[in-house]
């Protein structure tokens, strides 16, 4: 049995070289934009291997399990771009990071993964189950309560905002509690759902060419290496940024989020061209949920320990998208149907949100 093509086995080493010219940016002084372009190659040939890996593991367990696997290796990069802009004292960084994260997957990704997905659908409407998209909504709402409660406080000159970081600790625990008792939920679900669907008359579905060890091997590789090279990323984005005379919020928003995002924005698009509409919603879906219900939360705790506290404390613009993306992605995917022009609508709110970025300081 063949484990890896030919095209396969000559992009991996691509990847790896990729990889190795980011790191050569990074420590060699090369240039602040050459070191960019280097680590965002690497960032999109590691964020294939994750997509490679995905799929083999999709053919062995449900959709469900497979897209919390890749969310949280795919992952990685946010929670050390956070780690290091807090240790280094920019909150702003930090927390626009992790918001931009959650709208870049929630309106630019999943509305391309829906375009894709219902193009490729005979009738051009994409189907999906629906559990996933109005649990993920839920999960937004409710981390997005803390965020207008201090914002309303803040906006009121309330009491409560000079306790603003005890606050966002004690939600960050009850949300971090919820985010626990959906998660155990929704596996279960998909469990239970997976052994009362019968076998297709055709036969059965194909065998993995990859073994086990290493479609996880690949897949915890390539998430880790997304991981240093995002760091690379960043460090080479804020002399960047200075040259092209791009605001500190655009690049938080749009760019720091999308190469941070990279896995998911390959493997979710790629998924929904290949037909497998409930592994393309859940990859997105499921990183949307984790940003918002346990990386976000979880960091509020560990930035205790660190030079600078992350609160749930967010600026108006940014609280108004957070509960628009919230409300839209809820009435957009609800029913477990999307069309072109649905996943359009997402694409376009997403490229105001950047427009308006661009301009904020």
């Known amino acids: 049995?063949?484990?890896?093509?030919?095209?396969?086995?000559?992009?991996?080493?691509?990847?790896?070289?990729?990889?190795?010219?980011?790191?050569?940016?990074?420590?060699?002084?090369?240039?602040?934009?050459?070191?960019?372009?280097?680590?965002?190659?690497?960032?999109?040939?590691?964020?294939?291997?994750?997509?490679?890996?995905?799929?083999?593991?999709?053919?062995?367990?449900?959709?469900?399990?497979?897209?919390?696997?890749?969310?949280?290796?795919?992952?990685?990069?946010?929670?050390?771009?956070?780690?290091?802009?807090?240790?280094?004292?920019?909150?702003?960084?930090?927390?626009?990071?992790?918001?931009?994260?959650?709208?870049?997957?929630?309106?630019?990704?999943?509305?391309l993964a829906l375009v894709v997905g219902a193009l490729r659908s005979p009738d051009k409407i994409m189907r999906f189950s629906p559990q996933l998209p109005n649990d993920t909504a839920t999960l937004l709402l409710v981390a997005s309560f803390m965020i207008v409660l201090l914002g309303l406080a803040?906006?009121?000159?309330?009491?409560?905002?000079?306790?603003?970081?005890?606050?966002?600790?004690?939600?960050?625990?009850?949300i971090l509690l919820v985010y626990c008792v959906w998660l155990r939920q929704f596996l279960l679900s998909e469990r239970q759902n997976e052994t009362q669907i019968e076998p297709p008359a055709a036969g059965p579905r194909p065998k993995p060419r990859a073994p086990l060890w290493l479609s996880i091997?690949?897949?915890?590789?390539?998430?880790?290496?997304?991981?240093?090279?995002?760091?690379?990323?960043?460090?080479?984005?804020?002399?960047?940024?200075?040259?092209?005379?791009?605001?500190?919020t655009f690049a938080g928003l749009v760019i720091v989020a999308i190469a941070g995002n990279a896995v998911e924005n390959v493997a979710a698009i790629v998924q929904a061209a290949r037909g497998q509409a409930d592994l393309a919603i859940s990859i997105v879906k499921s990183s949307v949920a984790q940003i918002a219900a346990f990386l976000y939360p979880a960091l509020v705790l560990v930035s205790l320990l660190l030079r600078s506290q992350l609160t749930f404390s967010m600026a108006p613009i940014f609280i108004g998208a957070l509960v628009a993306t919230s409300i839209l992605i809820w009435q957009i995917t609800g029913d477990g149907e999307a069309t072109p022009f649905e996943g359009a609508a997402l694409m376009a709110t997403f490229v105001t949100l950047g427009t308006v970025a661009l301009y904020e300081s």
């Open 217 to 248: 091997g690949l897949l915890v590789l390539a998430g880790g290496a997304s991981a240093f090279t995002s760091d690379w990323f960043v460090n080479a984005l804020e002399p960047t940024i200075h040259q092209l005379h791009i605001s500190q």
């Open 154 to 174: 803040h906006g009121a000159g309330g009491n409560a905002v000079a306790h603003a970081t005890t606050i966002s600790v004690v939600g960050g625990i009850a």
């Open 1 to 111: 049995m063949k484990v890896l093509t030919r095209t396969e086995a000559a992009l991996l080493v691509l990847v790896v070289l990729a990889t190795g010219l980011a790191a050569l940016g990074a420590y060699a002084h090369i240039g602040s934009i050459l070191a960019f372009v280097f680590a965002a190659l690497a960032l999109a040939g590691q964020a294939w291997m994750v997509s490679m890996s995905t799929e083999q593991l999709g053919e062995r367990f449900g959709p469900g399990l497979t897209g919390t696997l890749q969310s949280t290796v795919g992952n990685l990069p946010e929670f050390f771009v956070v780690i290091f802009a807090l240790q280094a004292g920019d909150t702003i960084v930090a927390q626009t990071a992790l918001l931009g994260s959650i709208l870049v997957n929630a309106l630019l990704v999943l509305g």
